[in-house]
């Protein structure tokens, strides 16, 4: 059933819910060692993967048959992967910039497209991609300032993430969305322990709590976000995922004492309005 104002309002509430995710985040791998923050986070959000892509094909096994093992396993390493640079990202630049760089990924997606999925990308597209890139020159500053880089850590984790976008389209030509979910969270969880078990250290009481709070919400924005696509397109809903980036900065902004400046502004603003004009035309021409 289609009901776009719902899906609408629940991919803001799921824009809410994941920016408090990257504010905990924040805190937690500002104490402690990343690849184990998000090593707890995939166990729990493994078990929550498991219990809804059962539910949804009916067994574990019937969820976990694909053919294409290769994809799906990429697929689960690019995404944990992913989450562990952005973190570390958080930690390095803050919420802030982190996010104004990392609103370039649809613009990547646009770019790669035709690459990883042979699908056309016409001239208006490629305008809005370089007028984007423009945007991410803007806040980065070369030449105005001494570049950091460090702001390659977002933008890497915009690229993986695109990348990641992409080859779950490719993978849902064979697979179900079951299916992939299953292996997004199985193969991230192997993944983040076989690595992040090794960088154990005790949290302190109240750290578990926040640490059970990002499980849970992780859990509960993965939900609301699946029910958002289960009442709208995709193409309906994707705008308002910027929202993210206004909720980050205001809990970085209120919480951590981070400071806006103009370029990054005006560089936010010139890429999330070519990344919405990308969006226009891939809902255009669609058939």
Request: aromatic share 12%; hydrophobic share 55%.
């Amino acid at each position: 059933m289609t009901d776009t104002q719902k899906g609408i309002g629940l991919m803001v509430i799921t824009t809410i819910i994941f920016a408090a995710q990257d504010g905990i985040s924040r805190h937690l791998a500002g104490e402690y060692n990343v690849l184990m923050i998000v090593m707890i986070r995939y166990w729990f959000f493994a078990a929550f993967v498991i219990s809804i892509a059962k539910r949804q094909a009916g067994s574990i096994r019937a969820a976990a048959a694909t053919q294409q093992p290769v994809l799906q396993t990429v697929r689960g390493f690019l995404l944990a992967a992913e989450i562990c640079v952005m973190i570390t990202a958080f930690t390095l630049l803050g919420l802030v910039e982190s996010h104004v760089i990392f609103t370039a990924y649809p613009l990547l997606v646009a770019a790669l497209s035709g690459p990883v999925l042979g699908e056309a990308v016409g001239w208006r597209r490629w305008a809005a991609i370089g007028i984007g890139f423009v945007g991410v020159v803007i806040i980065l500053q070369p030449g105005i300032k001494v570049f950091s880089p460090l702001a390659l850590v977002p933008l890497l984790a915009a690229l993986m993430f695109a990348l990641y976008n992409l080859l779950t389209r490719l993978a849902a030509r064979k697979d179900s969305a079951a299916t992939s979910f299953f292996w997004t969270g199985t193969v991230g969880a192997v993944f983040t322990t076989t690595i992040g078990i090794w960088f154990w250290e005790p949290m302190s009481s109240s750290d578990w709590v926040w640490m059970c709070i990002l499980c849970v919400t992780a859990a509960i924005g993965h939900y609301t976000l699946i029910k958002t696509y289960a009442f709208a397109e995709a193409s309906a809903v994707q705008p308002f995922a910027y929202l993210q980036l206004v909720f980050a900065s205001a809990i970085a902004l209120t919480i951590f004492g981070e400071s806006l400046s103009w370029p990054l502004v005006i560089g936010a603003g010139v890429v999330i309005g070519a990344g919405l004009f990308t969006l226009w035309r891939e809902r255009v021409s669609a058939p």
